[in-house]
Nanobody, 123 residues
Framework: VQLQASGGGLVQAGGSLRLSCAVSGPTFSRYGVGWFRQAPGKEREFVVVISYSGGGYYADSVKGRFTISRDNAKNTVYLQMNSLKLEDTAVYYC??????????????????WGQGTQVTVSS
């Protein structure tokens, strides 16, 4: 399984970006897929995960601003990020969960990781 994250960039505070995570392999629909982020000088943190059926579990810091979705026909997960804040600046990583249920916020529950995409929010 390989993951390719894309869609990052530079955006002003209050703006929007949409990240994509393309997942290779025939069993994509069986995985939960999560997004994590790592800001400079900080540990990587959980952002959101989506179950095989499309249910999302969000970190409190992004709830109401970010929306995760998936297209199983395209083996792709999307992260729509609205009302971006300076503190959303980070490298964003997608990863496949060792479960279809989209329930874990812990890195140890994720096996395959993408390379990351940089999101920078400016004032």
């Amino acid at each position: 399984v390989q993951l390719q994250a894309s869609g990052g960039g530079l955006v002003q505070a209050g703006g929007s970006l949409r990240l994509s995570c393309a997942v290779s392999g025939p069993t994509f629909s069986r995985y939960g897929v999560g997004w994590f982020r790592q800001a400079p000088g900080k540990e990587r943190e959980f952002v959101v995960v989506i179950s095989y059926s499309g249910g999302g579990y969000y970190a409190d810091s992004v709830k109401g601003r970010f929306t995760i979705s998936r297209d199983n026909a395209k083996n792709t997960v999307y992260l729509q990020m609205n009302s971006l804040k300076l503190e959303d600046t980070a490298v964003y990583y997608c990863a496949t969960e060792n479960s279809p249920y989209g329930s874990s916020r812990y890195e140890g529950s994720y096996e395959h990781w993408g390379q990351g995409t940089q999101v920078t929010v400016s004032s």
